[in-house]
């Protein structure tokens, strides 16, 4: 588990934080809700961390295609789960993406239950 760690991390190392608070959501400081995420980008992918503080592992996650320069098609999407060797998943991307993109995830408890979703064309690793 730490060797998948260590490889997440350095695929990070070149991320671009997405300076704007219309990429994601929920907004922790002004939605009130117990979910830390933020926009990056990756190479040709973004990645959204999600840190789940709140009592219910189901958090949804809207990404706005616009604000972190995106187009909803021909997109794939994966669930890392940095502290778990082979816990990485494929997901469906959304039918209908206009505009946003919703997504429902499972995403335990605190700072081990980190997860990134990545949107692009290749997997992070």
């Given at each position: 588990?730490?060797?998948h760690t260590i ?119």
């Amino acid at each position: 588990e730490v060797l998948h760690t260590i490889d997440v991390a350095y695929a990070m190392r070149t991320a671009n934080l997405i300076l704007s608070s219309r990429a994601v959501s929920p907004v922790w400081w002004k939605d009130d809700i117990p979910v830390v995420c933020f926009a990056e980008q990756v190479g040709n992918n973004i990645v959204i961390p999600v840190l789940n503080f709140g009592d219910d592992e189901n958090v949804e996650i809207t990404v706005n295609c616009a604000e972190v320069g995106i187009a909803g098609q021909h997109l794939k999407a994966w669930l890392v789960h940095p502290f778990e060797i082979g816990a990485d998943e494929a997901l469906q991307v959304p039918e209908e993406v206009g505009q946003k993109m919703h997504f429902r995830l499972a995403v335990p408890q605190g700072f081990a239950g980190l997860r990134l979703l990545v949107l692009g064309d290749t997997p992070l690793l």
